[in-house]
């Protein structure tokens, strides 16, 4: 019997997700570079707000003031002299007018993102916790999924 699933949307790529019970620990990232995308952002911000702080503030200058005593101190360097050729390369674009868009939206995924076993057709959209009520919903087939409405 497979394994049944979690359906949830990813938290920075809004991509519809479904985790399987042995991959679940409480994911709100697919699998692809979101996680880490997030990460990066929270320990951009955290640094950030460290560095407002007193403590950061004094801790950077020190830094600063011994990266300083390293270099050799050089001053009143010439400017470099800008290329005759400084034009830009022409690149092709395209144009939103050319783009194909599809009549149907993507299907939602039938296997755990992580590990790609099936899932069955039944998933839950909630956690499981002790003495709460889980809702189970169907997955819609791909033919179900279409969005052309005068059809």
Known sequence: ?????????????????????HCDRGQIYCDGDCSEVARQTSMRVAGQRYQRSRHGRFAHAERMRRYRSRQNKVTHQGSSVPAADALLAPTSTTSAATAAVSATAPAVPEQCHFCHCVCPDFVRLGHYAVGSS???????????????HWS
């Open 134 to 148: 889980v809702m189970f919903v169907l997955l819609p087939t791909a033919q179900e999924v279409t969005h052309d």
């Open 1 to 21: 019997m497979p394994a049944t699933g979690r359906l949830f949307v990813c938290a920075r790529c809004r991509a519809q997700v479904i985790v399987c019970r």
